[in-house]
């Protein structure tokens, strides 16, 4: 008897070729099984049923003509999809085993509680359709998968209702929709071991970035407790980010993300016995902490390229982890199917120009815009109501919710996290989605007109009223190469992945003070000095926010870096020149618990900000934590392409008290690559660039501050705007000399600023003047890459070397 007439085979005799017999999911862990296991990966043994038994099954129970007779009425508009579904399950679920099919089932799992050494094992039991996890089609969570099975009777009634999920109403519409014959596909039921991650953690791990289809990052989520509240988006998890390029290294710690979820609640087994799961709230140390430990996250994440090199495709992996023995386990795996598929030449682009008052907010799904009227649903059973077009908001979907979902604009649920089953399904179908808002349900009502907007990064708002905005296509492979090096201005960390097919020959400015006033939002003093603080309602939001921390600096040190990280991470292993953070005092006191420590200045533009804040005692144990974190980011995490840059330094001594100072906090320059910058903004700078050029590895204009400091004009004031111009003579030639006194001293310069998207003849006028690089916002890019290139073919005298202006070693 070959295998394809066998009613059972266990897992180690499978590959992903025996999809016609098992499915996809079984298939894909008999691989994994077979040979991924030398590699150090863990998968739970078990065995699959056969799509024979399961044909064996139909035919016992003479099941095959009501099958095609209740689809065929079906099919003739004569049965409603409900009745459709019903029916044939009820038929299925009052079929009797064929006697050689159950013993088969029966002596396999006995055979399986022997190998892990018990009498009666407690197994995972799923369904893998025989179509499933095809190039162009995901059958994921269509079909049961039932835990803490233990017993023949229990695993028996289990298999059953599996064969009978092959019609559930979703997986039937989806057959439809898909044109797969509903006769030609089979179920095969995979048993396998369970992993006791009721006492543990599980999760899901993408190897491509769910959001942006970036390919350097692992994403990883988890909750306490089983697996099925992260995959059905029932309880919001925590989230971490892994940089591919530098996770083998296994000295580095590569994790550019980490957000811990609310974790309300965790799936367990049922008082009497592992029969059944509940869920049971979690304790509020378990809300506190994080599930995972970094090097469980790494291992996760290593585990996921080795999967995706060995299929040769992107993965979507689910995990668990054992809380009696801390083992981590690969419980399934199967390609993912939205991200890896996308287009990769051209995009859209979606920019909101205005909008309404923000409503709710949550995770962000997709990157786009949509405006519709609401529709709360609670239930599946409510669907009817539903109109086409309208946002569904509802407390959080599972498969059942597909058909709806379809007919939507937007979806908007309180609970889940990016791996979600409403941000899966809401990618699939092209939809933007905001997961996880906690509340949208009680605050969104019928018929409210709102706009859904995922086109600002990680965070998605729903706003009132339809908002206006624009839609661009950029087409990247019509984007001209130039010998002027085109970099980013990048300062959301949540953003910062979207550009990552951007061509950039870098990020010129990544702005510190932006990523601590909205991913930290604290004062750094607040944090180092916390023990003397005296604001109690500052000290009690520290408390809240840095829940989790034993010690309050590492959560501003944590945050800093992984957000920075992110920002490294998209143009990884080109140059990435952090700014260090150049807050006004009057900005820094607006930072929870700042007001305690920053002076109240006349004139704080130029006042107590950048460089001079650096070496004073003031704020010196802030800036000990911003190069506690820069350390981090370079040398623990590996971003050694992280060029520092020091703001707003007004004099040679005051450069070399600043390059002291980082020296004693771990950032010396020349050691371990580290170039440091420094911002050309003041007219000491130029009028003294030979000697700040002997100090610092290269200049970065920064045309705002120049302007307004060699014309004396504020560039704040409405009455002196006309007069703000970076095209007048005076700036030109600051900007002209600069350029010529560095690269005679041998260091490098770039300007940051939107003049040339603005002028074109701005754009020009820097590329005659030798510089090596420009810097703007990522929606200016591709107008001034053209400006760039235009000015380049027409200089005549145009004879640039193909050079690494702003080369950076990288490990």
């Known amino acids: 008897m070959n295998q394809y007439e066998a009613q059972v085979i266990w897992f180690d005799a499978l590959r992903r070729t ?3 017999s098992v499915g996809g999911k079984n298939a894909s862990l008999g691989e994994m099984v077979g040979c991924l296991s030398g590699k150090g990966i863990s998968v739970p043994p078990g065995f699959a049923t056969t799509a024979s038994a399961y044909w064996e099954f139909i035919d016992s129970n003479g099941l095959r003509d009501t099958i095609s007779t209740v689809l065929s009425e079906f099919a003739a508009n004569r049965r409603s999809l409900a009745d459709t579904g019903e029916t044939i399950r009820r038929a299925i679920l009052r079929g009797e085993w064929p006697d050689r099919t159950a013993q088969a089932i029966c002596d396999a799992y006995l055979e399986l509680a022997r190998r892990v050494g018990v009498d009666d094992a407690d197994v995972a039991v799923r369904s893998s359709a025989t179509a499933e ?45 898909r044109g797969f014959d509903h006769m030609k596909v089979a179920l095969s039921i995979g048993v396998q071991q369970m992993v006791r991650s009721d006492l543990g953690g599980a999760g899901v791990a993408f190897s491509i970035d769910t959001e942006t289809g970036f390919d350097k990052v692992v994403l990883v989520s988890a909750a306490w407790g089983l697996g099925e509240n992260v995959v059905q988006g029932a309880v919001d998890p925590d989230e971490y980010e892994v940089f591919k390029p530098l996770l083998m290294n296994t000295d580095l710690t590569p994790i550019i993300g980490k957000r811990r979820g609310s974790k309300l609640k965790k799936m367990v087994y049922a008082k009497g016995g592992a029969h059944s799961t509940r869920n049971v709230p979690t304790s509020k140390a378990e809300r506190a902490a994080f599930v995972l430990t970094d090097q469980d996250v790494l291992t996760i994440a290593r585990w996921a390229c080795e999967i995706e090199s060995h299929y040769g495709e992107p993965m ?29 030449t051209a995009v859209k682009s979606f920019r909101l120009c205005s909008a309404g008052r923000e409503l709710v907010s949550g995770v962000s799904v997709g990157e786009a815009i949509a405006a519709g009227n609401v529709c709360v649903i609670d239930r599946p059973g409510e669907m009817d109501r539903f109109v086409d077009g309208s946002v569904l908001v509802t407390s959080a979907t599972d498969p059942d919710w597909v058909p709806v979902m379809r007919r939507a604009a937007g979806i908007v649920t309180d609970h889940g ?65 130039t010998h002027t090096h085109v970099m980013l201005n990048l300062a959301n960390p949540d953003a910062a992945l979207r550009w990552w097919r951007m061509p950039a020959d870098g990020v010129g400015l990544a702005r510190m003070e932006f990523v601590i006033s909205n991913h930290i939002k604290i004062h750094p003093m607040a ?23 034993s010690d309050k600096t590492e959560y501003f040190v944590d945050r800093l870096s992984c957000g920075l990280g992110r920002i490294a991470a998209v143009c990884y292993p080109r140059p990435v020149i952090v700014r260090l953070s150049d807050f006004k005092t009057n900005e820094y006191a607006h930072l929870i618990g700042g007001q305690l420590f920053e002076p109240v ?121 006309a007069l703000f111009d970076e095209r007048n003579d005076a700036v030109r030639w600051m900007v002209r000399e600069v350029i ?9 310069v770039g300007l940051c600023g939107e003049a040339p998207s603005a002028h074109p003849e701005y754009a020009r006028f820097l590329v005659e003047c030798g510089i090596d690089s420009i810097s703007v916002s990522p929606d200016s890019f591709i107008a001034v890459k053209r400006h760039v290139a235009q000015a380049e073919a027409s200089d005549a005298s145009q004879d640039l070397p193909e050079t690494s202006a702003f080369s950076a070693t990288a490990r």
């Not at 580290?674 to 000697?691: D, F, K, R």
């Open 18 to 20: 025996d999809v016609p």
């Open 133 to 177: 996890d095809l190039p162009d089609a995901s059958f994921a969570g269509q079909q049961e998968t039932l835990l803490a099975i233990r017993g023949p009777r229990a695993l028996m009634d289990a298999c059953r209702r599996c064969y009978a999920s092959l019609f559930t109403d979703r997986a039937i519409s989806y057959r439809e929709a």
């Open 316 to 344: 979507d992996i689910e995990w668990a982890k054992d809380g009696m023995t801390g083992n981590i386990f690969v419980v399934q795996a199967r390609p993912e199917t939205v991200q890896s598929r996308r287009e990769a």
């Open 601 to 721: 200045e006349e004139n704080p533009m130029l006042g107590f900000r950048g460089a001079s804040r650096y070496y004073s005692p003031r704020y010196g144990p802030g800036f000990a934590l911003e190069c506690r974190a820069l350390n981090r980011l370079r040398v623990e995490m590996g971003m050694s392409n992280v060029i520092v840059m020091v703001p707003f330094c007004r004099t040679p001594d005051e450069a070399d008290r600043v390059l002291e100072v980082m020296a004693a906090n771990g950032l010396k320059r020349g050691e371990q690559g580290l170039q440091v910058y420094v911002m050309c903004e003041i007219p000491s700078n130029v009028i003294l660039a030979e000697a700040f050029a002997q100090r610092f590895d290269g200049f970065s204009i920064g045309s705002n501050d120049l302007t307004q400091l060699t014309l004396g004009v504020d560039r704040d004031s409405a009455e002196l705007s």
């Open 417 to 481: 996290g990016r791996t979600s089953h409403a941000a899966i399904v809401s990618r699939e179908l092209g939809l933007p989605a905001i997961v996880g808002t906690g509340d949208a349900t009680r605050v969104l009502h019928d018929e409210q007109e709102v706009t859904v907007c995922c086109a600002q990064g990680e965070v998605g708002r729903v706003f009132e009223g339809t908002a206006e905005y624009r839609v661009e296509e950029i087409d990247f492979s019509a984007i001209p190469r």
């Open 740 to 748: 010529k006194r560095a690269h005679r001293a041998g260091a490098k």
């Open 527 to 549: 944090l180092a000095r916390y023990d003397q603080l005296n604001d109690r309602e500052a000290a009690r939001t520290i408390d809240e926010m840095t829940e989790g921390y």
